[in-house]
């Protein structure tokens, strides 16, 4: 690891002052659970932190307005068990608590989860010491210099929105539940205060997969709102090689708003087999209007899936993905009230 | 590798924790150079290359404060300046638990704490939990259900028991399975940890 000089900003003002002063190498720190992760595997190599935690009023949790708003350092532990949540927005909840342990959600930041790194190993592991592009080639580390995962192992890569360049899967529960809730997300940088919808937060890899967030590295996230939606019921159902602590192999975050068995609207968003959290259109439009049947379900959840790419090991994600589709889809409408 | 790279590491000389320390890969290049008698001293001498920060906090209830490197693990520092050894690295990664440790009374992983960032705050580990020679009634628990076997995650899943039990997260065997599941114990003692956290759960003993 490189020798680092690290600080703590006392205001977003001088974060971001601290940051433009530091240059390319600088990093802002909040949780660190990423950062100073890949740091340890030589995958970040930052000479400067600029740790954010100390900024006041930026973690406070708000449920009474007209939308949930969450600060950008407020942690996941504690907006997964706020009363208003857990108690009104089971896919929230749940995309946190499914997410990590219960260590990991006491320093994991809610702002600091959207910008979570691929568990691709060969984007974590392939970093090498000595080696510029590493032991294994990664477009996203290295711009350039290949993908060991295209016909290697990638039972644990995407069949959604997948490149020539990168299939690394996207690993985050909150981001794919945020995306169902159509959250937005609130910056602040160089340039003063911006917001911009999820949906337009993530870049698919194309052939720049190293561009992943569709954000200057000078801006920080502040804040993320919800719209509140008291009519809709909803769940985020993740599927895992264990039942507990593990990335997804396919989960959905789903929110319907039914009238008696019949969908009105339904938002789906998918995790685990996309390179970006992923809204399944083709699946709400499958639903919306009829009444929900198990049948109906799959074939909806079968519909997110055409035109998935699979590669040599993660076919079964287009079948496991429809039925999580389906389950999630039928446990959100059992939650009606 | 990282022996040929002072900038990246800090070595003192090849002892048996620095070879654990640097994990299979490095430590089998690393073991090599040591055959030849003399080829050892050829070694990077140590060098500290690190920028220094000064800290202060509280550990176990005793304040410290000291100069340390600002890239350093808050479970490195435990273990390696203040003599914690008690908090045990597993992975160094977040993923297996045992380096779990109470900041500000929460658990956290110490792996994936910059040591940096618990300047100010108040740590405890399992060398803080008895009060004298009298153990925490989670400690005296996990010997009664024999919660464990080779022990080395034992530290890290009483710091998480305790927790459970003080949340309320402890109603159920799903309750305290879901809870302790950042904690992997490879010798598959659970049967015994989710009995030691039920049993001190129902005795309504301080968890």
Not at chain 1, 235 to 264: N, P, Q
Request: glycine share 10%.
């Amino acid at each position: 690891m490189r020798p680092i000089s690290y600080t703590r900003a006392g205001t977003l003002e001088a974060a971001v002052k601290a940051f433009t002063a530091a240059g390319a190498d600088a990093r802002y720190l909040a949780g660190g659970t990423t950062l100073y992760d890949l740091m340890k595997l030589g995958v970040e190599r930052p000479a400067h932190l600029i740790d954010l935690t100390g900024i006041a009023g930026l973690n406070i949790i708000e449920t009474d307005g007209d939308v949930l708003r969450f600060g950008a350092l407020a942690l996941m532990g504690d907006v997964a068990y706020t009363p208003a949540v857990h108690e009104g927005y089971p896919v929230l909840s749940e995309s946190l608590l499914k997410a990590a342990s219960q260590q990991l959600r006491n320093m994991a930041t809610v702002g600091g989860n959207l910008l979570q790194r691929t568990r691709c190993m060969y984007f974590r592991n392939g970093a090498g010491s000595t080696s510029t592009v590493g032991v294994y080639p990664c477009n996203r580390r290295q711009p350039g210099s290949g993908c060991a995962a295209i016909g290697g192992l990638d039972r644990g890569h995407a069949v959604l929105g997948a490149s020539d360049a990168c299939t690394a899967v996207s690993p985050g529960d909150w981001p794919v539940a945020l995306m169902a809730m159509d959250a937005t997300i609130e910056l602040f940088g160089p340039g003063g205060a911006r917001s911009i919808p999820i949906a337009e937060f993530y870049r698919l890899p194309s052939d720049t997969p190293h561009l992943q967030f569709n954000v200057d590295p000078a801006e920080l996230i502040t804040a993320i709102t919800v719209p509140k939606t008291p009519g809709r019921a909803s769940t985020y159902h993740k599927i895992r090689d264990r039942e507990s602590f593990a990335f997804a192999l396919a989960s959905a975050a789903v929110a319907v708003e039914m009238d008696g068995a019949t969908v009105r609207t339904a938002r789906i968003a998918l995790g685990g087999v996309a390179t970006v959290p992923w809204r399944a259109q083709p699946a709400e439009d499958m639903v919306r209007g009829k009444t929900l049947t198990p049948e109906l379900a799959l074939e909806a959840g079968r519909a997110a899936f055409r035109g998935a790419r699979p590669g040599q090991h993660n076919a079964f994600k287009m079948d496991l993905g429809a039925r999580v589709i389906a389950d999630a889809l039928m446990i959100a409408a059992e939650r009606r009230s | 590798m990282t022996s040929r790279n002072p900038g990246d590491t800090q070595h003192s000389g090849v002892t048996r924790r620095t070879v654990l320390g640097t994990g299979a890969g490095v430590a089998a290049a690393t073991i090599l150079p040591l055959q030849p008698d003399a080829q050892a001293q050829q070694l990077p001498a140590p060098i500290e290359t690190g920028t220094t920060i000064r800290v202060s906090m509280s550990v176990n209830g005793q304040a410290v404060s000291l100069d340390i490197d600002s890239r350093a693990s808050l479970l490195d520092l435990l273990r390696e300046r203040l003599g914690f050894t008690g908090t045990k690295k597993g992975c160094d990664h977040g993923q297996c638990g045992a380096c779990t440790i109470h900041l500000d009374g929460r658990p956290v992983v110490s792996c994936l704490t910059l040591a940096a960032k618990a300047s100010g705050r108040e740590v405890t580990t399992i060398e803080g939990l008895a009060s004298g020679e009298t153990l925490h009634p989670m400690q005296t628990a996990f010997i009664d259900h024999d919660a464990l076997q080779c022990g080395y995650c034992t530290p890290g899943q009483i710091m998480s028991a305790v927790a459970c039990v003080h949340q309320g997260q402890a109603t159920n065997r799903d309750s305290i399975r879901e809870f302790m599941s950042g904690n992997i114990c490879r010798c598959g003692a659970y049967a015994g940890i989710v009995a030691a956290i039920e049993d001190v759960a129902a005795n309504s003993r301080e968890g």
